[in-house]
T-cell receptor, first 116, second 114 residues
């Protein structure tokens, strides 16, 4: 079946502009995660959704970052007033947790964001 | 705070060699451990997931072991091939945060020459 998809695959924006990144999880996966991968920083957790609610937003780096999920499916990560340090690859993952007891996460191809 | 370390950071081997990638974590109260592969410019592909109650998992030429008490996992790759060249990432989920974030190591970049 279809895996996790993300759009756009690449996004170049100017400093100060807002951007929206989209994630389509695997059908039926109730858990959805956003991560960020920066050069030299490794992969960092941003936010976790269970259904449409976000019980863990602890990884969001500032109030410029927000995310929502509608219909228990598609999620959008919004970055307002982008800064150059926001440049990174943003990865989305989904899992069947809590139905799949061991929370195996499946990742999308990512969105590469470049802030000029 | 849970920290995940992977050694070595990079590894180059000739085709056909057996090799071991190492992962260590500071908090032994993990829910599970997952090994991923990442090709340049691509997302992550899940290779193996080891539940906290298990000691190893196998898939084809890959074997992952887990020793929770010592905070270590190894990924064994048998008879390496050039197509195995990629970055290998280890990640854990904490037991008291089941269902939430994976905590990643920085990866081992493997190059297999023909």
């Amino acid at each position: 079946g279809a895996g996790v998809s993300q759009s756009p695959s690449n996004k170049v924006t100017e400093k100060g502009k807002d951007v929206e990144l989209r994630c389509d999880p695997i059908s039926g996966h109730t858990a959805l995660y956003w991560y960020r991968q920066s050069l030299g920083q490794g992969l960092e957790f941003l936010i976790y959704f269970q259904g449409n609610s976000a019980p863990d937003k602890s990884g969001l780096p500032s109030d410029r970052f927000s995310a929502e999920r509608t219909g228990g499916s598609v999620s959008t990560l919004t970055i307002q007033r982008t800064q150059q340090e926001d440049s990174a690859v943003y990865l989305c993952a989904s899992s069947t947790f809590p139905r799949g007891r061991y929370n195996e996460q499946f990742f999308g191809p990512g969105t590469r964001l470049t802030v000029l | 705070k849970q920290e995940v370390t992977q050694i070595p950071a990079a590894l180059s081997v000739p085709e056909g060699e057996n090799l071991v990638l190492n992962c260590s974590f500071t908090d032994s109260a993990i829910y599970n451990l997952q090994w991923f592969r990442q090709d340049p410019g691509k997302g992550l592909t899940s290779l193996l997931l080891i539940q906290s109650s298990q000691r190893e998992q196998t898939s084809g030429r890959l074997n992952a072991s887990l020793d929770k008490s010592s905070g270590r996992s190894t990924l064994y790759i048998a008879a390496s091939q050039p197509g195995d060249s990629a970055t290998y990432l280890c990640a854990v989920t904490l037991f008291n945060q089941a269902g939430t974030a994976l905590i990643f190591g920085k990866g081992t970049t493997l190059s297999v020459s023909s």
